[in-house]
């Protein structure tokens, strides 16, 4: 599948690398593409010939880019960004309960068919999920069943178990969930570490 990831800082490249290796095609789309690399493309040309986007840019970029993109009209769009902001000095998830930052993307992006994952882990673990066993779960919400598929798939494809959490307002449990990995990785420095589901046998 040819997957537009917008963004190729430290998720971009790591989400890269997994889905790369399952045997997708990956282009970036960012705001400078080097001429001299062909994988990096304007976010609007990404978008418009991949199958699935990948959104891996802070938050507070999104609106422009789903600007940029006409919308991600058609397109299967995986948000992995954390809305994060300084709340009194510390680094705090800026909305949530009410809405999420995925349904806040939808909004802007009403033809465009919504999915939240990729964002509940740190990027060390997204490169290579498999140096886990058993592998760290990756859950997905969002609306469209025959885009959640291809969603759970790519997650799959990357590395992760892929679990259905329902439709996007489940997006307002992941992205808190994120929260939780970074709070205990990025501020307790916890040693680096993946969530995992255990099925009862
Ligand atoms: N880091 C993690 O472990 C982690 C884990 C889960 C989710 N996330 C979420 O994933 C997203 C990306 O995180 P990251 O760690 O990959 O960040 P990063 O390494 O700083 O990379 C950010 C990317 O976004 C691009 N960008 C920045 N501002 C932009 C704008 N206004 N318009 C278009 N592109 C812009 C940057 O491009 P330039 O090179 O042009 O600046 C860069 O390619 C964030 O929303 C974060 O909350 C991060």
Do not use: C
């Not at 998720?11 to 990956?26: C, D, I, K, M, S």
């Not at 990404?46 to 006409?70: G, Q």
């Not at 806040?104 to 465009?112: S, Y």
């Not at 025959?146 to 992205?175: I, Q, S, Y």
């Amino acid at each position: 599948m040819r997957i537009a990831i917008i963004g190729s800082g430290n998720v971009g490249t790591a989400l890269a690398t997994a889905l790369r290796r399952a045997g997708h095609e990956v282009i970036f789309g960012v705001r400078a593409p080097d001429p001299a690399d062909p994988a990096e493309n304007s976010i609007a040309e990404a978008a418009a010939s991949a199958e699935v986007v990948i959104l891996a840019i802070p938050f507070e970029a999104v609106a422009d880019t789903v600007r940029a993109a006409d919308g991600f009209a058609g397109k299967v769009v995986i948000d992995a960004t954390n809305p994060l902001g300084m709340i009194d000095g510390k680094l705090e998830l800026t909305m949530g309960f009410q809405t999420s930052g995925a349904e806040q993307i939808a909004a802007l992006a009403p033809r465009a068919h919504i999915f939240k994952s990729f964002n509940q882990t740190g990027f060390e673990n997204m490169a290579d999920p498999a140096v886990y066993s058993p592998r760290p779960v990756m859950f997905v919400a969002g609306d469209d069943s025959r885009g959640k598929a291809k969603a759970l798939a790519l997650v799959a494809d990357a590395g992760f178990e892929p679990v259905d959490a329902g439709g996007l307002r489940a997006a307002r449990l992941l992205e808190p969930f994120g929260m939780l990995w970074i709070e205990l990785v990025r501020k307790q420095k916890a040693p680096p570490f993946a969530f995992v589901m255990q099925h009862r046998p």
